[in-house]
């Protein structure tokens, strides 16, 4: 029982992390991105392939992967995002467009990764020492993966509420008509915004890819469980997002653990359903 | 009289495509059945996707449930009758995806149509495996290629006609003016929920059938074959290259890409999604609105 408790909370954390990435992206740049998923699982392959490949520690793989996933997702913005948002003409019409967009970078990602890695089950084995807590036994990165998203996500949480670059952020998110009245640049608001969502999907593709199988293909199943995250806790909210996300990987490991695994994505959805007929604005959303 | 030439025009066309497997051989007849089927699917993916601006992502979650209904009941019912299963279940499905999300922001229903493939593809295989302990099921029906390509033929017309009619109703103008302003719409005493929910419906029970007349061709049928998600996105590239929002549009778009992809899936199998993706990507950036309102623009001198 405990040890499902804690396996939840491991998998919950990175579900937290990459909603709090995907929220930026949607309520901060308001870019709706399909090809999120696929940005982590890339991220899981770079890991892999630095860890068995030339030795290099998952945590320090850190250091390369979310720094290089930076930067590309900025670039990104910058060629694909930025024409459609100056195309726009309203909020409605970007993201239609922001939808199509990334459905097909989605294709296109997962069709590299097919043809470098192929379509099977991946995995590779780090840390996997037992570590003895609270009456039950857990692997060493899992915990790891708990301890790291915990981290990540606090920083993000300090600076959004705490320093004045984060005050930007969440004004753009707020109202972004208004926050140009204020001195506030909300194109390099936008872009900065998709930039950091993009760093954090690649985060928790780093974390994921230490405790778990991975394949090419299972992006688009990363990519819905983060948007019923953001959505079950609220568009933009960051607090919602990791309650959600915490939430979602408790039900999915109890679900996985007392019903069958393959009635997961199941679950999920009927989380997912359930919301939408009870809460459609989320668990913290405001109406 | 114009209306009335155009329909004298369209069964002709209609009555030569019908008997062209008398004429060509069973490849070409393949190729034809194949063209028709997306043809089908794009028209009935832009009869809701298209005026409503909802994008759907699920049509192969539609496509595959179709097919897979027809490998579960094809040897304990007659055809017909199978074919009207599959519609009931087409039907319910859509009306529970309808139900709970288009009340609410159009980006809900994209999510909820994006994952529901996978959900449907992984419940059934869980089905199978834990229930029915099957994996892999045999359809046996005695068509032949060209049997199933008059059958699709037929669903392409009457796809055709409940688009052009659409346009033509009440419902049409409703939907015209949902698509330009929802909240106007609605106050002007559109039930706006209602529309969305008979368009999609219509739309999802015509994709189920493309499907289910289309499973005898594969013979062995399992999850994975069915719901393979780059039906989805074809017929989405397909119906935004020709324009969503015409009723021809989606045919423009469909003919010449499944040309196109028939022989890229030939010649390289490997970086089909790659190229795929680019393309679409593209068709995004250049021509949003399909390749019809590009021409018309042209002609007008505009530069859009």
Redesign the interface.
């Given at each position: 029982m405990l040890e499902h408790v804690i396996n939840g909370l491991v998998l919950g954390g990175t579900y937290a992390l990459v909603a709090m990435g995907l929220t930026m992206q949607y309520g901060i740049a308001r870019i709706?991105n399909?090809s999120f998923g696929d940005m982590i699982i890339a991220a899981c392959f770079a890991t892999h392939v630095l860890f068995t490949a030339l030795g290099i520690s998952p945590i320090a793989a850190l250091l390369i992967i979310v720094p290089a996933s930076y930067a590309i997702n900025l670039g990104i913005y910058q060629v694909?995002m930025k024409?459609?948002v100056s195309r726009a003409a309203d909020e409605?019409a970007l993201?239609?467009?922001s939808?199509?967009?990334t459905?097909?970078?989605?294709?296109?990602i997962?069709?590299?990764l097919?043809?470098m890695f192929g379509g099977g089950y991946n995995s590779y084995s780090f840390l996997n020492t037992p570590v003895k807590m609270l009456g039950t036994v857990v692997a060493g990165n899992r915990l790891l993966a708990l301890v790291l998203s915990l981290a990540i996500g606090a920083v993000l949480v300090f600076i959004l509420y705490r320093t004045r670059w984060g005050m930007i952020l969440r004004a753009v998110s707020l109202s972004p008509q208004s926050a140009p009245l204020f001195g506030i640049d909300t194109d390099r608001t936008a872009r900065t915004a998709f930039a950091i969502g993009g760093a954090m999907a690649a985060t928790g593709g780093v974390v994921v890819s230490m405790f778990q199988t991975f394949t090419a293909t299972a992006g688009?199943?990363f990519?819905?469980k983060a948007?019923?995250v953001v959505?079950l806790g609220g568009k933009g909210s960051i607090p919602g997002a990791i309650a959600a996300g915490l939430l979602l990987g408790l039900v999915e490991t109890f679900v996985a653990a007392y019903v069958?695994p393959?009635?997961t994505?199941?679950a999920v959805?009927s989380v997912?359903?359930l919301l939408?007929?009870v809460r459609?604005n989320g668990l913290f959303g405001k109406v | 009289m114009k209306t009335s030439y155009a329909f004298i025009l369209a069964g002709g066309v209609l009555a030569l495509l019908a008997t062209a497997p008398v004429f060509i051989s069973d490849y070409w007849t393949g190729v034809l059945l194949g063209m028709t089927g997306y043809v089908t699917l794009a028209t009935a993916w832009a009869l809701f996707s298209g005026p409503t601006?909802y994008?759907s992502?699920a049509t192969v979650a539609f496509f595959g449930v179709g097919a897979y209904t027809v490998a579960v009941l094809n040897d304990i019912m007659p055809y017909p009758l199978v074919l009207l299963c599959a519609a009931g279940i087409g039907i319910t499905m859509a009306l529970v995806v309808g139900l709970?999300?288009l009340?609410?922001a159009?980006?809900?229903f994209?999510?909820?149509t994006?994952?529901l493939a996978?959900?449907v593809r992984?419940?059934v295989?869980?089905w199978e495996?834990?229930v029915t302990y099957t994996m892999g099921r045999y359809v046996f029906l005695p068509f032949e290629g060209r049997h199933i390509y008059w059958q699709l033929l037929a669903l392409a017309a009457v796809t055709f006609l409940i688009s052009w009619s659409i346009g033509r109703s009440r419902i049409g103008l409703a939907l015209k003016a949902l698509g330009d302003d929802e909240t106007v719409a609605a106050h002007s005493g559109v039930d706006v929920t209602r529309i969305k929910l008979l368009l999609f419906v219509i739309s999802s029970t015509i994709i189920t059938l493309v499907g289910a007349i289309q499973a005898p061709r594969w013979t062995y049928i399992e999850p994975s074959i069915v719901f393979n998600?780059t039906v989805s996105?074809m017929t989405?590239i397909m119906a935004?290259l020709g324009g969503a929002m015409r009723l021809w549009g989606p045919l423009v778009g469909a003919i010449p890409l499944f040309l196109l992809f028939e022989w890229l899936s030939g010649t390289f199998p490997?970086?089909?999604?790659?190229i795929?993706?680019?393309m679409?990507?593209l068709i995004?950036?250049v021509m949003?609105n399909g390749v019809l309102a590009k021409f018309d623009s042209l002609r007008k001198g505009s530069k859009l």
């Open positions: 709706m399909l694909m024409p459609l409605g993201e239609v467009d939808i199509l967009l459905f097909g970078v989605l294709f296109v997962q069709g590299i097919l043809i688009v199943v990519t819905m948007l019923i959505i069958d393959g009635l994505l199941a959805y997912f359903l939408l007929l459609p | 601006r994008v992502l709970s999300t009340r609410l159009g980006v809900y994209v999510i909820f994006f994952g996978e959900l992984q419940t295989s869980w495996v834990n998600p996105f989405l935004l490997d970086h089909f999604s790659i795929l993706g680019l679409f990507i995004v950036f949003p």
